[in-house]
Nanobody
């Protein structure tokens, strides 16, 4: 089975940026969607951004134009550029790939934003 590895998390101050990456450790074919979710303290896991087949992009309302999801042209890597981070963005971020075979989740990576 494929395995997803996330990187790029860490601790920053409000207003700063982070770029998350999620790479598959082996080739995965037939991907329909690549997405980032997050789980913030006291809340359930929620969708942050999704990139579907073609150019379809979806963002959660709380993104407010601050985040950009993208994928590598070659391979199965998805990125999340996060700008103007806020303390309420603190949480664990997960990537997810879906296809006709089901889905793969990353292990999660911590993002901490201090005020």
């Amino acid at each position: 089975q494929g395995q997803l590895v996330e990187s790029g998390g860490g601790s920053v101050e409000a207003g700063e940026s982070l770029r998350l990456s999620c790479a598959a450790s082996r080739s995965i074919s037939g991907i329909n969607n690549m997405a980032w979710f997050r789980q913030t303290p006291g809340k359930q896991r929620e969708l942050v951004a999704l990139i579907g087949s073609g150019t379809r992009l979806n963002y959660a309302d709380f993104v407010e134009g601050r985040f950009t999801i993208s994928r590598a042209r070659v391979g199965n890597t998805v990125y999340l550029q996060m700008n103007n981070l806020k303390p309420e963005d603190t949480g664990v971020y997960y990537c997810r790939l879906t296809g006709p075979w089901g889905d793969y989740w990353g292990q999660g990576i911590q993002v901490t934003v201090s005020s």
